[in-house]
């Protein structure tokens, strides 16, 4: 069984407000490994992707506008990055059917944590920098 993801003070991109964002979208995934504990796979995937879809879409056009906003460099790269998880969960939310949860579960937490630990936090020191000049 993969394990729930916990939330630490370590995947904080500095901002409160998409600190939030993060927190709500493994939210969403912490309920879809609930519901395998429970297990209900087949039943379980289609709330955890409509979940994710609102909060996937509102998160990223955010943390875009964010970033822009701090001039953060890496903008257009991490566009691309945010695209392709846009195409993938609209995609996944189609077919809900065809996936199974444990699947979803493995690609889910995999993908977010290393979006959140390897890219979100190449902004973070942008951030940072623009805190303490005010
Ligand atoms: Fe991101
Ligand atoms: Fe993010």
């Given at each position: ?36 504990q429970e297990g209900a796979p087949a039943q379980a995937v289609r ?88």
């Open positions: 069984m993969i394990p729930s993801i916990a939330w630490n003070d370590y995947y904080s991109v500095g901002e409160p407000s998409l600190d939030a964002e993060h927190k709500q979208i493994i939210f969403c995934i912490n309920d879809l490994f609930a519901a395998l709330p955890v992707l409509d979940c994710l879809v609102q909060y996937t879409l509102t998160h990223f056009q955010h943390e875009e506008e964010v970033m822009q906003a701090y001039d953060f460099p890496g903008l257009a790269e991490h566009k691309k990055l945010h695209d392709q998880m846009r195409e993938k969960t609209r995609t996944l939310h189609e077919r809900a059917e065809a996936i199974t949860g444990q699947d979803l579960l493995f690609f889910l937490k995999q993908w977010w944590l290393e979006h959140i630990q390897g890219e979100d936090k190449k902004y973070a020191p942008y951030l940072k920098v623009s805190h303490s000049r005010r």
